[in-house]
C-alpha cells in the first residue's frame, strides 16, 4: 500500500469504537479495526496528514484519553 497509516492500541480501557465516537463529533475520523482479523476492540488506525490535522488529532486524543476532553 503508498498510504501511509498507524495501527494505534489503546490500553487505558477506552474502546475503539468509543473512541470513533467521540472523535467523530469534533468531526475527525479515526478507523475503528476490531472487524480485521486478529485484532479486538482496542485497535484504531489514523492516516498519517500535514503537521496541522496531525497536531489537531494529537490534541483531541490527549483531551479524550486523559479526560480532559
Known sequence: SAANY???????GLSAPEL???????????RDCSN???LDKR???VAVRGR???????A???GVLTGAG
Open 36 to 38: 480485521f482479523v486478529g
Open 6 to 12: 498507524l495501527l494505534v492500541e489503546l490500553a487505558n
Open 20 to 30: 470513533r465516537d467521540v472523535l467523530l463529533k469534533r468531526c475527525i475520523i479515526v
Open 43 to 45: 485497535f484504531f488506525r
Open 52 to 58: 496541522d490535522d496531525n497536531s489537531r488529532l494529537l
Open 60 to 62: 483531541a486524543l490527549d
